[in-house]
């Protein structure tokens, strides 16, 4: 009888052979790959993989396994559905009876094939230990304990040996898994999305000479692209995404990476940015957890996968993703890191108020310096105090590299109006958007954001008119959203003379919607941050806008109205949000009068003069994920990040200095009640979930998530996937809809973006 690898009737024979070629036609498909593991490990990436796909199936032979995928084989031939319950009950995990026969044949795979193999079924982790120390009678216990020796090799203060181990180990890992995955995608005639290669030619041509016509931005980049990290400064609307995709060009024909990964402060920064890239290149990953909606259905979740884990020629994410990726808390980290090595890095606007973040940000680049990963830092207001501070991460700094065009043209005529309880307290200025002069509100938090839309729409504005955009919107919602403002406030209504209506944002609509007014409120901000929002003001046109700045009050337990600092102070558990000094000198320094790009440059780096000293929290973090880095690099914790990058559950590191957040799911038609009436339906398996439920989700604060469970607001429901039952929370259809977003109305503290 032929011997299996699948419940589908594929031969192991065959299905050995697919992987070894599957590897080889990335490896071929990416050069780069086996040239930089060469230089850093002194081995063949090549022969070490083949070797590795050869016996990473070779268990399944263990006549233990081999009569279970033949019942479910037979299963399949008489029913025509592949299930494998006697495999899920045959007792055995293939790929540790693969160690063992690949060590009594002295197969020389090496720690690295041991390891790649041990986790090609994402079993290589703490949740997986009872299966390492039970199967088959106990036989593989030795190999668990083999890899936990393994594993604390390295002490935590060993950061740069450990960076270099785990590149080691995490190529011929996650290279395994990918071929394994698009071999059996294969074989269940499933064609993958094929990996391109970076290709890119600036499109802006001089139209006598027909050369490339550069701007300013575009050619100071050209003069700064072989520093192995370089700072660029330039204002909004300079030429940043094509003078980024030159310095790719250039580091990837140098030999120095062979893709471009783009990492900007939020999801929903990313999601313009990737807009305009993929508008010059054939192939560009979008991820972050709702990129879904950027990608047609066929080979979505591929797509989605290969994004996730840095496999595109051009990959826009966040930060916080790669960040996230350093802690090793889920198995996809590894890949992720394995292909952050092979990229060139572009950091465009980091928040540099959040000292969580850049302290995250040092660990980031010092990795990224140590694996010689050319990193550019682009910014509209980066300041001087920021060479001082990356240098602690091993980066040399030379200076910061400015652009000088457009510099000095004033961009806004600044007002301020002093404290803001209600909207009604600004009845004047709001009294020009009721008229119809086109507006751009920005609101700190959600609430404050519901209540000017609110009071808009109780003087008389058309509902129509007013546009309000948070992240308190599901996915199918804020699509919608972002092509309302597009429509009434976008470059296109401007130029037509049609430009209308009234924009209510948060911190999301501070760099990803590309939307003008000529007038603007904002709420008190970092001044780094006000300048992001002053480039969506008279953003199509070179006069400069009316920004009116005010500063939101609330009042406290006390009965006193007083200054109200979220999201841009420090939260403290049990005192709520804490103004900070930045926020306090911001305060101080935004002053009625004219602003140009140079003043808010200038003011930048009055309120980060020099490098700050990290708070004491910030400090802590920093070193867990120095710690969670060198522990984690081989078994995947018991402490698990979700896919969407949330919720660090069971540990206590964080991507930033927020208070801890819970997932909800809104969808329509459900309702808290007994007779469980509408209930979801089933879903076939993981992916239709990931789909449905990235598409529906929602986040709250941890206090806010037990508020609404007691008032009965949110409730959790037994979902079915595949063979799984999970418990997930879904809010109640009274408490959403979809041109106000979520409105509990019952926490202590708002929602601040």
């Known amino acids: 009888m032929e011997m299996l690898a699948k419940p589908s009737g594929v031969s192991l024979e065959d299905h050995t052979q697919h992987v070894r070629d599957e590897a080889a036609k990335i490896l071929q498909s990416r050069p780069f790959l086996s040239k930089k593991y060469a230089r850093f490990c002194s081995r063949d990436l090549g022969e070490l993989l083949d070797l590795i796909a050869v016996w990473h199936d070779a268990g399944k032979a263990h006549p233990k396994w ?92 060993e950061l740069n040996a450990a960076i270099l181990d785990r590149y ?19 074989e269940d005639e499933y064609a993958s999305p094929e990996l391109l290669p970076f290709d890119y030619n600036f499109k802006h041509k001089d139209e006598k000479t027909g050369l490339p016509s550069y701007r300013g931005v575009q050619l100071l980049i050209q003069k700064v692209w072989d520093e192995p990290f370089a700072i660029l400064r330039a204002p909004t609307g300079s030429g940043k995404t094509d003078a980024c995709l030159l310095w790719a060009k250039h580091q990837i024909e140098a030999g120095r990476a062979d893709r471009l990964v783009i990492a900007m402060p939020t999801r929903f920064t990313s999601n313009s940015l990737s807009v305009a890239v993929a508008s010059t290149l054939s192939q560009t990953g979008l991820y972050h957890s709702s990129a879904w909606q ?52 572009v950091i465009d606007e980091s928040d540099f108020y959040d000292d969580f973040t850049q302290r995250n940000m040092l660990v980031l680049l010092q990795v990224l310096k140590v694996l010689e990963v050319p990193v550019l830092v682009m910014s509209a207001t980066v300041p001087e105090s920021a060479r001082q501070l990356y240098a602690l991460s091993g980066q040399t700094v030379s200076q910061i590299h400015d652009s000088t065009e457009g510099r000095e043209r004033v961009r806004c005529h600044l007002k301020t109006r002093g404290a803001v309880e209600q909207p009604a307290d600004i009845a004047d200025l709001l009294a020009r958007a009721i008229k119809g002069e086109p507006t751009i509100i920005y609101c700190n938090t959600v609430k404050r954001a519901q209540d000017f839309r609110r009071y808009l729409l109780e003087n008389s504005v058309d509902e129509g008119e007013v546009v309000l955009y948070h992240s308190r919107f599901i996915e199918d919602d804020k699509i919608k959203i972002e092509k309302k403002l597009q429509s009434a406030l976008g470059s296109e209504a401007w130029k037509e003379g049609r430009a209308h209506g009234i924009a209510i944002l948060t911190q999301i609509g501070e760099l990803s919607v590309n939307i003008s007014a000529d007038v603007m409120i904002s709420e008190l901000c970092p001044i780094d941050r006000l300048a992001q929002r002053v480039g969506r003001l008279s953003r199509f046109r070179e006069e400069a806008g009316e920004l009116y700045l005010i500063e939101p009050y609330r009042v ?114 459900i309702t808290i009640r007994d007779d469980r009436e509408n209930e979801i339906e089933a879903f076939k398996n993981w992916n239709n979930w990931r789909e449905w439920s990235q598409r529906r989700a929602l986040t709250l604060y941890t206090y806010q998530f037990n508020d609404a469970v007691k008032q009965g607001q949110i409730e959790e429901r037994t979902i079915f996937i595949g063979e799984d039952e999970e418990k997930f929370w879904f809010v109640d259809e009274r408490y959403y809809n979809s041109i106000e977003g979520l409105n509990l109305d019952v926490s202590k503290e708002e929602h601040p973006y």
């Open 294 to 345: 950027s990608y047609p259905h066929k080979f979505r979740d591929e797509q989605l996968r290969l994004a996730r884990e840095l496999l595109p020629p051009v990959t826009v994410t966040t930060l916080d993703h790669l960040c996230i990726a350093l802690t090793g808390a889920r198995e996809d980290h590894h890949a992720i890191f394995w292909n952050l090595a092979h990229s060139c890095v």
């Open 66 to 157: 081999q009569n279970a995928c033949q019942k479910d084989y037979a299963i399949k031939q008489a029913t025509g559905k592949v299930v494998g319950a006697n495999l899920l009950r045959s007792g055995i995990r293939h790929e540790m009876e693969s160690l063992c026969l690949a060590a009594r044949a002295k197969v020389p795979l090496t720690r690295v094939g041991n390891v790649a193999i041990a986790a090609h079924h994402k079993k290589l982790g703490e949740k997986s230990e009872a299966r390492w120390l039970t199967d088959d009678n106990g036989r593989f216990a030795s190999l668990w304990k083999t890899f936990k020796g393994w594993n604390g090799d390295l002490r935590s203060h």
């Open 168 to 186: 080691k180990y995490d190529g011929p890992r996650s290279l395994l898994q990918l071929a394994d995955g698009r071999a059996s995608g294969m």
């Open 556 to 669: 406290d337990k006390s009965g006193e109205s007083d200054f109200y600092p979220a999201p841009y102070g420090s939260y403290v558990t049990g005192q709520g949000w804490q103004m900070t000094p930045v926020l306090q000198n911001s305060r101080e320094k935004l002053l009625t009068g004219d602003y140009s790009a140079a003043d808010f440059v200038r003011l930048v780096d009055e309120i980060y003069p020099v490098a700050s000293v990290p708070s004491p929290n910030a400090r802590e973090n920093q070193e867990l994920l120095e710690r969670l880095f060198v522990q984690n690099r081989f078994i995947v914790p018991i402490a698990q990040m979700n896919e969407d990058d949330e919720d660090f559950q069971g540990g206590s590191w964080r991507s930033r200095d927020v208070p801890p957040q819970k997932t909800i799911y809104f969808a329509k038609g």
